[in-house]
């Protein structure tokens, strides 16, 4: 490791003990600015890269509900609000039994960066709580998201911090957490992003990280001629970012052959077609079933506590959660055939199976460049909120796609090297930042 990476990475480690995915992502950047900072010493003398990995502020509270037996439960919950030169806060909130601090801070720093890449003005933050939806009523989500946003509500504004969904938190949540917004500030606002249709949100948000993860993966393979036609397709995840990308890949020819959930993946040869995906929205998004039924139900293979890396593609999409692919896991989609890694999820691929990757200079981009269309079309959703003014479908998505086109280019911009090779995690670490780091620079030491 580059000794001045060791020396900054050792000072975080100290800082935020135990915060290890936090450690993991700040390196992954570091790696990438340390070299462009040292190139640019004003950024070096503003302590930018010191200042952009600690968070303005943290905000962690009880959660205290009543499940429907009349039991009270505790949980705990977040909001890391990391950044706001550019634009008010803004990212996801995640429901899920693992969430916890260093978690959360490694999705806030992430946001970041790739709030800046989309060009809208949006600052970094995220939060969440170690809430468990699986397995809980309608009733008791909804009593849980309106004891979180009766402690949340004093921080967030529609000008402040305006938060949006993530894992365990889609639609359902958003409609309970935007109620009790409502109910406490006795105001209509744009405070949270993902809303229904009818109340506020945008057209093609549900849609929006899959197919933009889609549209980033077809501009990466475009550089080498290549387009989705005919290619063979693994993605991982069965939620709302994994749904919208297999509809995506299929429409533009690809064949999606695996869907997956935490339990374990299925297999399914000849392709998950539209009539499919139809199957697993239900299954996922209505009934809130596991992706197992899906191969009882299409006569097809499932493995438990699998992944599908196992299995030889083209290319590999990503759409679960973090550290998902490891090294072996890496090498094994290499050797099968795999050009292209485009990341629908956040940080899906540990240090060492990025390096296999840039190693096999095979087409990689790192989620906070492939999964920006998620935060992009919530940014549409604000502008829309602000304007009072809905866009239709064809329009949002054509902004999305060109937003997509332009974090590509912006990546090509600041990852191409020597030999021509794009290095998108140099490309969308070094994009990314520039902008904030200006913007820090010119509102003085705050
Ligand atoms: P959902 O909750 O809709 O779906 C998550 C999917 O991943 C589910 O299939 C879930 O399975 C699976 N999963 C979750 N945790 C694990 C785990 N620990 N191991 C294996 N599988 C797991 O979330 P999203 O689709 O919204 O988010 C997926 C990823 O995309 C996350 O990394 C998120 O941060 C990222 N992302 C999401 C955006 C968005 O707009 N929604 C924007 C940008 C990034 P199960 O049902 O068993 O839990």
Same mark, same amino acid.
């Given at each position: 490791?580059?000794?001045?990476?060791?020396?900054?990475?050792?000072?975080?480690?100290?800082?935020?003990?135990?915060?290890?995915?936090?450690?993991?992502?700040?390196?992954?950047?570091?790696?990438?600015?340390?070299?462009?900072?040292?190139?640019?010493?004003?950024?070096?003398?503003?302590?930018?890269?010191?200042?952009?990995?600690?968070?303005?502020?943290?905000?962690?509270?009880?959660?205290?509900?009543?499940?429907?037996?009349?039991?009270?439960?505790?949980?705990?919950?977040?909001?890391?609000?990391?950044?706001?030169?550019?634009?008010?806060?803004?990212?996801?909130?995640?429901?899920?039994?693992?969430?916890?601090?260093?978690?959360?801070?490694?999705?806030?720093?992430?946001?970041?960066?790739?709030?800046?890449?989309?060009?809208?003005?949006?600052?970094?933050?995220?939060?969440?709580?170690?809430?468990?939806?699986?397995?809980?009523?309608?009733?008791?989500?909804?009593?849980?998201?309106?004891?979180?946003?009766?402690?949340?509500?004093?921080?967030?504004?529609?000008?402040?911090?305006?938060?949006?969904?993530?894992?365990?938190?889609?639609?359902?949540?958003?409609?309970?957490?935007?109620?009790?917004?409502?109910?406490?500030?006795?105001?209509?606002?744009?405070?949270?992003?993902?809303?229904?249709?009818?109340?506020?949100?945008?057209?093609?948000?549900?849609?929006? %990280?899959?197919?933009?993860?889609?549209?980033?993966?077809?501009?990466?393979?475009?550089?080498?001629?290549?387009?989705?036609?005919?290619?063979?397709?693994?993605?991982?995840?069965?939620?709302?970012?994994?749904?919208?990308?297999?509809?995506?890949?299929?429409?533009?020819?690809?064949?999606?052959?695996?869907?997956?959930?935490?339990?374990?993946?299925?297999?399914?040869?000849?392709? $998950?077609?539209?009539?499919?995906?139809?199957?697993?929205?239900?299954?996922?998004?209505?009934?809130?079933?596991?992706?197992?039924?899906?191969?009882?139900?299409?006569?097809?293979?499932?493995?438990?506590? @699998?992944?599908?890396?196992?299995?030889?593609?083209?290319?590999?999409?990503?759409?679960? %959660?973090?550290?998902?692919?490891?090294?072996?896991?890496?090498?094994?989609?290499? @050797?099968?055939?795999?050009?292209?890694?485009?990341?629908?999820?956040?940080?899906?691929?540990?240090?060492?199976?990025?390096?296999?990757?840039?190693?096999?200079?095979?087409?990689?981009?790192?989620?906070?460049?492939?999964?920006?269309?998620?935060?992009?079309?919530?940014?549409?959703?604000?502008?829309?909120?602000?304007?009072?003014?809905?866009?239709?479908?064809?329009?949002?998505?054509?902004?999305?796609?060109?937003?997509?086109?332009? $974090?590509?280019?912006?990546?090509?911009?600041?990852?191409?090297?020597?030999?021509?090779?794009?290095?998108?995690?140099?490309?969308?670490?070094?994009?990314?930042?520039?902008?904030?780091?200006?913007?820090?620079?010119?509102?003085?030491?705050?």
């Amino acid at each position: 490791m580059d000794p001045r990476v060791q020396q900054f990475m050792a000072m975080i480690k100290a800082k935020n003990p135990g915060e290890n995915e936090f450690h993991q992502a700040v390196q992954e950047v570091s790696e990438s600015l340390i070299p462009f900072i040292e190139e640019n010493p004003k950024y070096k003398h503003a302590k930018i890269l010191e200042r952009i990995a600690e968070p303005e502020r943290t905000l962690i509270f009880r959660v205290p509900w009543l499940d429907d037996k009349g039991e009270v439960q505790i949980n705990r919950g977040f909001r890391i609000e990391m950044n706001s030169a550019i634009g008010p806060y803004k990212g996801g909130l995640r429901f899920h039994p693992t969430v916890n601090l260093g978690i959360l801070k490694f999705l806030a720093f992430e946001q970041v960066f790739k709030n800046s890449l989309t060009t809208l003005p949006m600052g970094g933050g995220k939060g969440g709580s170690d809430f468990d939806p699986k397995g809980k009523s309608d009733n008791e989500v909804m009593r849980f998201c309106q004891s979180f946003m009766t402690e949340l509500f004093r921080h967030i504004g529609a000008d402040t911090d305006v938060p949006a969904g993530d894992i365990g938190v889609g639609g359902r949540e958003i409609g309970f957490l935007f109620g009790q917004y409502k109910r406490l500030k006795n105001e209509f606002t744009g405070v949270l992003t993902g809303k229904g249709i009818e109340w506020g949100g945008s057209l093609i948000r549900p849609e929006a %990280t899959g197919y933009g993860n889609t549209y980033f993966a077809q501009e990466m393979l475009a550089t080498r001629g290549q387009n989705f036609e005919g290619k063979t397709v693994c993605i991982s995840g069965s939620g709302n970012v994994a749904q919208y990308a297999t509809e995506k890949v299929t429409q533009l020819g690809g064949k999606v052959v695996t869907s997956s959930d935490s339990n374990g993946f299925i297999y399914d040869p000849k392709g $998950i077609d539209a009539e499919k995906l139809k199957y697993i929205m239900d299954l996922k998004n209505i009934r809130r079933g596991r992706i197992k039924e899906y191969a009882e139900k299409f006569g097809v293979e499932y493995f438990e506590s @699998k992944r599908p890396w196992v299995i030889k593609c083209d290319i590999a999409m990503p759409c679960a %959660t973090q550290n998902e692919i490891n090294e072996e896991e890496a090498k094994l989609l290499v @050797k099968n055939g795999c050009t292209c890694v485009s990341e629908g999820s956040n940080m899906p691929s540990i240090p060492e199976a990025v390096i296999v990757f840039l190693n096999a200079k095979i087409l990689y981009g790192p989620g906070k460049a492939a999964n920006a269309g998620g935060v992009a079309t919530s940014g549409l959703e604000m502008t829309q909120n602000s304007m009072r003014l809905p866009w239709s479908s064809e329009e949002v998505d054509q902004r999305l796609h060109s937003i997509m086109k332009n $974090i590509h280019s912006t990546c090509v911009k600041y990852g191409t090297k020597d030999d021509g090779f794009i290095n998108y995690v140099d490309g969308a670490n070094i994009g990314g930042f520039v902008k904030v780091a200006n913007a820090m620079i010119a509102q003085g030491v705050v």
